[in-house]
């Protein structure tokens, strides 16, 4: 049996698998995703402030995310984050500690972060939440 998939942006429909993913125009950095055994929630950027020279603490040894106010909320599996020249790479979660999710990779130690999502309840976005670098070479 073949399956389907239908991806909808701005208006553009494309058929792939089993999964739909239908992007918000008014909320630009935020989609709604649905279906075929793929996660459900709001897919979450990381603060653009945090990825910045300066927005986050040097450690040389690790790269390290963090998503917070979790109380109440299932901690995203892993998270996806990108850096220089397209490296992309899924990194799992390594810990739940005080209501904090941490991410951590030794992945790419010579590049820089360009951008990290994750997905997650749509309900803690209307929280004080953060989704952040916390730590990475500098």
Known sequence: ?????????????????????????????AAEIVGGGAPTGTLINVKQA?????GYSC??????????QLKGYTAPSYITVTWDYSNTATVPLTKVTGGAAH???TLYLDE??????????????????????????C
């Open 1 to 29: 049996m073949k399956k389907s998939m239908a991806i909808k942006v701005f208006s553009a429909v494309v058929a792939v698998g089993g999964v739909g993913i239908a992007f918000t125009p008014s909320v630009a950095s």
């Open 50 to 54: 945090s990825i910045t020279s300066g």
């Open 59 to 68: 450690d040389s040894s690790q790269w390290g995310f963090i998503i917070n």
């Open 103 to 105: 991410y951590d990779t």
């Open 112 to 137: 820089m972060v360009t951008s990290a999502t994750a997905v997650i309840a749509p309900a803690w976005t209307s929280g004080n939440g953060q989704f952040v670098l916390s730590h990475g070479p």
